[in-house]
């Protein structure tokens, strides 16, 4: 006698759905219920994702409790098993995408009141005279809505606050009332254009590729779209790479559309991050902005997604469910059938690659909003250069910063110097638990690997020969930070890393101060050149370009063209020109000729030209199987076991061969290459072959997973 059953998600990382029964005869929960069920010894939240027949009810465990249902819609749970199925993922990974933190938990989670107070039209009538502190409430709320924490700076009690709730002279509320719009700025013909185009596929799918240049008033196309799709009713996603661009944009949505906007990303709290998942799916949250896992939100009423910065590595996951946002939210936008808009000045080769394909329609913007011109660039050959500042560089900061400009410098390494040697016997420093150097760090003083995460003190003397000369080579951005304070002592530097900006503010609270336009030097890493508008920088520059024209990575030239041409656009994005400077010891390189000028379209076509003459994403599928141990042999055997599962015909398999770095936090690291010219026979082949993997002998004794379409080696 066969039995129904309800399949049920997991949060474990085994391949598999598990099947469980009904408690006491009781229905079963229909698709998309969150249960919680009995996991061995434990008990876990799990899905419901389908219903099936059992051949045996013998040793099915019922499900304990049906905590909401049909709390996920079949397309999310559609979008998921084509996740699954694509990325090589586990079932039970369904779990930790689609649920926020807090309904992941067994124990009910209590819910954080309301963040917003707001008078009621009690409290706007009544006589307050022998009540000051509650008279200073309302005079506080008789524009709007504030938040509690607001009221709490401006000196207003909990108890107060409880106080007027009781009476019903205030109210909570999730999210506040409308805001007071502010037209922006009159779009340009390309703007007007792109806007037009996005539009027309307002109500089917349509994948929008937006390159323009940086400046040219990208943001505002999305908000003009956005207020039309708003005023209609419906919801707009916007995905951004990471946290730090998330402030900014949030302002600037909330002045142009009146409209408060929703955050949800990990900096969050379970509280906040529950509500903001709340809202999505209530339609509430009309504007959200979130991170990659925002594209999993369920939304009542959708209208448009944009992925801005589509190009960044960030939208790529690289644990547990390797997803690429950026492409779910393409997939996801198809299956909601509205448009999806993919901006950026320096698009992937992934995006552009599907543009010639036919699957995604170009827009363009050339020129840049307000009138402003794009920087003059220039190479700076610092062959025979002494120090870590260039002096012609150093007397171009100096000009800059005396007609009132701003210079940013861009260096993509923490710490003081990524070596310290020894100068008598040249010992170096090194991890030993990657293959790595552990680069210097002076405040702290700490020898730290930025791969592992492994520190130690700095030796007073060097520990092969007992030598005190230990000098540290080259420079990161602590070091230039320390050079740049002593040849400019009157001007702020302010250094724009991990490292120096811990707080959670720090960084806006950093961008707001600079935005006031008084000269000052930022020196940083990546976080300086991703869409931030400084309109006082006149002076950018990327200092020390050689070892991403030397990278084994074949994505290198790639990334160097994106860095470069997105540090460049900080400059001169108002009405003073601006200048853009490369620091090289290969001024005579090949790629960095290819590079030179304001035209990455035309660098991108070459480079992806080149990738489909080599055979190599996007042109050909990629996946890589990558398996690590603390013996070097044990990954290597699993993958040769590997290999022999995943060999066949349209397929080609390459390995086990070391990843770019073999050992990384005491792990042995291999890998195979997987490629295909047909992605779909690709994908089929490993979900068919994935129990056999986990079946192998050596599976258990080894970290391993597949990685389809992998952003780093």
Same mark, same amino acid.
């Given at each position: ?6 399949q ?5 990382p085994?391949?598999?759905?598990f ?13 998309? =219920? ?17 219903h ?5 009810a013998d040793?099915l465990?019922?499900?304990e ?8 819609d079949?397309s ?6 084509w996740?699954?199925r ?23 989670f ?7 107070i707001?008078?009621?039209?009690k409290?706007?009538a ?6 000051p ?8 709320l ?16 909990a ?6 709730l ?7 509320i999730d999210c ?6 502010e037209?922006?700025?009159?779009l340009?013909e390309e703007?007007?254009?792109?806007a ?30 956005a ?15 990471e946290?730090g661009?998330t402030p ?12 408060p906007a ?7 709290s ?6 903001a998942?709340?809202?999505?799916r ?7 902005v ?11 009423r959708?209208?448009?997604i944009?992925?801005d ?5 960030s ?21 909601l059938?509205?448009?999806i808009?993919l ?8 995006s ?6 036919g699957?995604y ?8 909003a307000g009138?402003a011109?794009m ?6 050959d ?48 090194d991890?030993h638990?990657?293959?790595?150097h ?24 060097c520990?092969e020969?007992?030598?005190? =000369?230990?000098?540290?080579?080259g420079?990161g951005t602590?070091r ?18 991990r490292?120096?900006?811990t707080?959670?503010?720090?960084f ?19 976080m ?15 200092l ?6 030397f ?8 990334r160097?063209?994106q860095?470069v041409?997105?540090?460049a656009?900080r ?5 003073r ?8 010891r ?6 960095l000729?290819?590079l ?9 076509q ?10 190599l994403?996007?042109?050909?599928a990629?996946a890589?199987v990558?398996?690590?141990?603390h ?14 599962c ?13 990843a ?7 792990y ?13 026979h ?6 068919? =072959? ?7 002998p050596n599976a258990?004794r080894v970290?391993w997973h ?5 952003a780093e080696?």
């Amino acid at each position: 006698m066969t039995l129904k059953v309800a399949q049920v998600a997991v949060p474990v990382p085994v391949p598999r759905l598990f099947d469980y029964r009904s408690a006491d005869n009781q229905p079963l929960p229909p698709v998309g =219920s969150r249960v919680l069920v009995p996991f061995g010894s434990r008990r876990l939240v799990g899905l419901v994702t389908g219903h099936a027949e059992a051949a045996q009810a013998d040793g099915l465990k019922p499900i304990e409790r049906v905590l909401d249902s049909a709390l996920i819609d079949e397309s999310l749970l559609a979008l998921f098993a084509w996740c699954r199925r694509y990325y090589a993922c586990a079932p039970g990974e369904a779990v930790n995408l689609l649920l926020p933190g807090a309904l992941r938990r067994v124990k009910p989670f209590r819910e954080p009141n309301p963040d917003y107070i707001d008078l009621t039209t009690k409290g706007r009538a009544a006589d307050l005279a022998r009540a000051p502190r509650q008279a200073e409430v309302v005079s506080l709320l008789q524009h709007g809505a504030l938040k509690r924490a607001d009221l709490k700076e401006a000196g207003i009690g909990a108890d107060i606050l409880r106080r007027m709730l009781s009476d019903g002279l205030v109210e909570a509320i999730d999210c506040p009332p409308a805001l007071a719009s502010e037209p922006g700025p009159n779009l340009n013909e390309e703007q007007r254009a792109a806007a037009a185009a996005i539009l027309r596929s307002r109500n089917r799918f349509a994948a929008l590729l937006l390159a323009g240049v940086t400046g040219s008033g990208k943001t505002e196309v999305y908000l003009h779209v956005a207020r039309r799709l708003l005023f209609r009713g419906r919801q707009v996603l916007i995905l951004v790479p990471e946290i730090g661009l998330t402030p900014q944009l949030v302002r600037r949505i909330e002045k142009r559309l009146g409209c408060p906007a929703t955050v949800y990303h990990s900096g969050l709290s379970e509280g906040e991050r529950l509500a903001a998942w709340k809202a999505a799916r209530d339609g509430r949250a009309r504007v959200i902005v979130g991170t990659r896992s925002a594209v999993f939100l369920p939304l009542a009423r959708p209208g448009l997604i944009v992925v801005d910065e589509e190009h960044d590595g960030s939208f790529k996951q690289q644990d547990g469910a390797r997803y690429h946002g950026r492409d779910v939210a393409v997939l996801r936008a198809a299956r909601l059938a509205v448009p999806i808009v993919l901006g950026s000045a320096t698009p992937s080769l992934e995006s552009l690659n599907n543009v010639d394909a036919g699957r995604y329609q170009l827009l363009t913007l050339t020129q840049r909003a307000g009138g402003a011109s794009m920087p003059r660039w220039q190479v700076l050959d610092t062959r025979g250069e002494g120090g870590a500042l260039d002096q012609r560089l150093e007397a171009t900061i100096e000009r800059h910063l005396n007609e009132g400009g701003q210079v940013l410098l861009y260096r993509n390494r923490r710490g003081y110097a990524p070596v310290l040697i020894c100068n008598a016997c040249g010992w170096q420093a090194d991890c030993h638990r990657c293959d790595a150097h552990m680069t210097w760090h002076q405040t702290p003083p700490r020898l730290q690997c930025h791969h592992c995460g492994a520190q130690q003190r700095t030796p007073p003397r060097c520990p092969e020969c007992g030598s005190p =000369s230990l000098e540290p080579l080259g420079a990161g951005t602590e070091r230039l930070e320390d050079l740049l304070k002593k040849r400019f002592p009157d001007v702020p530097v302010h250094r724009v890393d991990r490292d120096a900006m811990t707080g959670r503010a720090d960084f806006e609270n950093l961008l707001d101060l600079v935005r006031d336009g008084a000269p000052c030097i930022l020196v940083g890493t990546q976080m300086l050149a991703k869409g931030h508008h400084l309109p006082g920088v006149t002076l950018a520059a990327v200092l020390d370009v050689d070892q991403a024209l030397f990278s084994a990575d074949f994505r290198a030239p790639e990334r160097l063209g994106q860095a470069v041409h997105q540090v460049a656009g900080r400059s001169g994005r108002a009405e003073r020109p601006g200048q853009f400077l490369i620091q090289t010891r290969h001024p005579e390189h090949p790629l960095l000729a290819a590079l030179l000028g304001d035209d990455y379209l035309g660098y991108a076509q070459c480079l992806l030209a080149e990738r489909r003459a080599a055979g190599l994403p996007p042109a050909h599928a990629l996946a890589l199987v990558r398996a690590e141990a603390h013996q070097a042999q044990e990954p290597r055997d699993f993958l040769v076991a590997a290999a022999r599962c995943l060999r066949m015909k349209g397929i080609d398999v390459a390995g086990p061969i070391p990843a770019i770095m073999a050992r990384r936090g005491g792990y042995w690291r291999f890998q195979l290459w997987l490629q295909s010219a047909d992605r779909a026979h690709l994908v089929q082949h490993i979900d068919h =072959s994935l129990e056999k993997l986990y079946a192998l002998p050596n599976a258990r004794r080894v970290r391993w997973h597949i990685d389809m379409d992998p952003a780093e080696l």
